[in-house]
């Protein structure tokens, strides 16, 4: 019989040392017909993903239909960021309290973040994109494929080079992997080239953006990247 272990938010994980397995997801993907395109952003704590769906907020906002569902276990400080740096109509901003570890509420019981999602598709009803940004989590949290449709993880510079070979279904998995602050790399004694290639090996072919958001607040290489998901 497998370990187990719990998280003090009611339910318990097998232990498996795969870096690139994922729990079962417990959802089937809905159909994607009349309703928004739907990406996640995960990833560890202060990694950087609320400034990225700000910096995608302003690189797309005037081109794309889109909203914003944000997740903090206790707070809406992430959405209340958006709403005052003023990157979309504070209306297009949904604010998710999960009481718990954030996979809760991406992965393991969605109710409350689809809920956020068809409110703002009833809202606005020509969206064509939906961001779903996640509370800080670890390297394993996984959107559901019931809830997201691709899912973007971001880790940052801080966490030091290991991070990418570390593994873990974030870092594996994930449709697109950013590494963020690389503009301070040099701080933290990060070598860039040994984080790039360990992302890469860990990886295979799906794809790496590195990118810093001091130096290109726009974000172009990853609105790009959504540019494409959405033309299919």
Partial sequence: MPAEHGHGHGHVHPVNFDPTATEPDRYEAPPSRGRAFRIGIGGPVGSGKIALTAALCRALGNEIDLAVVTDDIYTTEDADFLRKAGVLDPARIEAVQTGACP?????????????????????????E?????????????????GLADSQIFVVDVAGGDKVPRKGGPGVTTADLLVINKIDIAHLVNADMDVMTSDARRMRGELPVITQSLVRTPDAPDVAAWVRKQLAG
């Fill in 103 to 127: 996979h809760t509420a991406i992965r393991d019981d969605i109710t409350a973040n689809v809920d956020a999602v068809e409110r703002l598709e009833e809202r606005f009803p020509g969206l």
């Fill in 129 to 145: 994109l939906v961001i779903i940004e996640s509370g800080g989590d670890n390297l394993t949290a996984v959107f559901s494929r």
